[in-house]
Structure formats: structure tokens, C-alpha cells
């Protein structure tokens, strides 16, 4: 019988009538809740000044960093010197990377592509920089983090069919240079992206092909970027079952409440997003009653509690091992936001504290990771499409012309 690989998924149920998943990921920094939300810490740090004490409390289980900026600065080799980068931030739990890739093709204009890889100014101090699958490797195995992305070309969702053929067909040959490259596959997960935009027939050959390099885990890249939901929606459910069953899936880059319930039913068990913070650090919070602009005058004098419905502290199998196995009615579950007023978070953000920040990003992280750990529990008991009308009825959806971001 072969080793178990670093990182693997266990099914635990279907739900019986959509294609949600309840599982467990394995890894080597412990085993995680899925279907997740993985909170993005671009430089090494949540932004919103979230410490990763804080983010346990709230629930977090793996976090997303960002290899092109963790290689600008410190560096890659610092990193390892002190280390790996669990080490150098302080988190004992998984971290997933990914492969700079989207950063070289959003940052920087003056880039050339070839083959080999993509040449490229740092967005820092200009300096030139070469990105390869090979260097890609190098950095994350250095950085050390439990799941690593492959390279692939980030491009539009509405190019031709031709352009998107070229680039999916690049990424599966830069998918097996990575798999040569990677050093540590005992220690650390490659997963594969699968592109392809809008085209079955491009989708169909990127996850075929992908899916014989019998990688630990598989991501469905190319989406959230710029397609209406429905066209998103539209392409999972072609994607989705290209995908084996016994490994996880990864969909990148979203976070919005009905396409996370939306993926899920489609089988998607992993998440990422920099929405909640980034709106957050602006004053947008997200509430179950949909979306507060906390700046807004309306809210000057509302002492009513930010969101009277959200539970801050998570009660999860981590956190109760955190204090030693107590009953789920015995752990603390007092948060310093639970009981404060719209007024002050308006107050706050008015007067350019930076706790406002931090107390709307924390919320908005914690409200989404608090929506996967309800969907988890409705996939459990076969209820999840009521879940789902209830949480688009309250949240907004079904209102017209809705604004929920």
C-alpha cells in the first residue's frame, strides 16, 4: 500500500441533492473542516492588522500567502533561513501558496512571455525578475508551506479562443516542469489549475490532462474574473466532475456569500479571497442582513450591535483542542467586538483609527468563516439548498437591484 501524499482529502458525506462535499483535509500542520474559506495573508500578515491568534479564535483553519511578494520582500532564502515562513509568521497551522503568477500578469506591463517562463519588473524598485515553473518551485518549497500552487499565465476570462487554447495548453507543460521541480513532495502538495475560461472542450483537455499527472489536489483558476455568476456557475458544473472525487478542490479567488453556497453545491471544498478584508478596511461590512457602509451618517447614532446575529469566537474541533478539550458550552466565547455599537465603528473609521479596520476586516472574515461552518453542518443534515434560499432571503439577493458589496 503506498504512503499517504502530504496533503489528502477524506470524504465524510455527500449531500443528497446536490454535489456538496463534507470532508477533511489533511496536511502535515493538521486536519482541517471543508468545505473552507482560507483567509489571505499576502505578505505573511492578514491585512487589517489581524494577528493569527486572533485568527484562530475566529475560525481560520489555513491561510493563503503570496509567493511573488514573499520572494520582492524579505526574500525566499531569508524565509527558509528562519525557518519556513509557519516558523517566520508565527502560524502553526497550514498555509497555502500560490505561484506569483497572477501578481507578474496584474502588477507589471512591461513583462515578456516565452516558453521558459515570464520577465518582468518587480512592482518595488523595477528591478528585473524572471519567473519560471522551476523558480516558482524553488521559492515555495523554500517558503515551506503545506500546499503549493503550479505556474500558470493569469488572462482575461473573454479572450479568444485561440489566445486561451495556447495558454491552458502552456500551463498543463508548466504543470509537469513543476511537478519535475518540486523538491519536497513528501513534505508539501503540488495542485494542478485548471484553465480553459469558458470553452468545455478547452476545460475538459486542462483537467484530463492535469488529472494524469496524479497531483494531491486540483484548483479551478481563470474564474471571478469578470464573468457574470451564472456564466461562472455555468462552468463548473462542466468542470466539476472532470475532477476526482478523492482529491480536493480548490476554486480561486471568491468570496461573495451566494457563489461560495453556489461552488459548494457543485463540489468545490476550498476558498479564497481578499474581498473581506479589502472591503472591510474600506468600511463595508458583511452582515446577515447583507451589506452595512458603516461611514454612512444613517449609522452616527445606531447603538444597535454590529451584527447581533454573528457568534465571533468559532467553536471548532481546533479551538477546543486549544483549551483542552472543554465542552463546547464551556469555552469562552466573548469576543472584544461582540457588544459594540455601529455608532463607534462609525466613530472610528471618521476619525481614521486604525481599529476600525481591524474590527470591520475581523468581522467580515469571521462572518464568512461563520457561513462555511453552517453550510458544513447543513451539507451534514441534507439541507443545504433550504440553507441556501435562506441565506439569499436574508442576506438580500432576492431584493431588486441590490447592492451587496
Partial sequence: MSAKPAVWY???????????????????????????????????AVKGGINTRTLKEIG?????????HLWVRPGDELIAQAGGLHRYMGWDQAILTDSGGFQ?????????????????????????????????????NNLGSDIMMQLDEAIPYFETYDYIQDSMRRSLRWAERAQVAHKKPDQQALFGIVQGAGFKDLRTESAKELVGLDLPGY?????SVGESKKEMNRVLDFTMPLLPSDKPRYLMGVAAPDSLIDSVIRGVDMFDCVLPTRIGRKGTLMTKHGRVVIKNARYKDDFSPIDPDLTYYSDNPIRREQFGGLASYDLPNYSPYQNLSRSYLHHLFNANEALGAE????????????????????????QLLAFRERVLEEYGYNKPNARLF
Avoid at 484548483?219 to 474564474?223: E, F, K, N, R
Wanted: charged share 25%; net charge negative; glycine share 8%.
Fill in 104 to 140: 507578474v500578469f496584474s502588477l507589471s506591463d512591461a513583462r515578456k512571455l516565452k516558453e521558459e517562463g515570464v520577465t518582468f519588473q518587480n512592482h518595488v524598485n523595477g528591478d528585473k525578475m524572471f519567473l519560471s515553473p522551476e523558480v516558482a518551485m524553488r521559492i515555495q
Fill in 60 to 68: 481560520s483553519q489555513v491561510i493563503l500567502s503570496n509567493t511573488y
Fill in 219 to 223: 484548483a479551478i483558476g481563470g474564474l
Fill in 10 to 44: 477524506e470524504h465524510l458525506h455527500t449531500e443528497k441533492d446536490t454535489g456538496a462535499r463534507r470532508g477533511r483535509l489533511h496536511t502535515p500542520h493538521g486536519v482541517f473542516e471543508t468545505p473552507m474559506f482560507m483567509p489571505v495573508g499576502t505578505q505573511g
Fill in 359 to 382: 474590527i470591520a476586516s475581523e468581522h467580515n472574515l469571521r462572518f464568512l468563516l461563520h457561513l462555511m461552518e453552517e453550510m458544513r453542518t447543513a451539507i451534514e443534515q441534507d
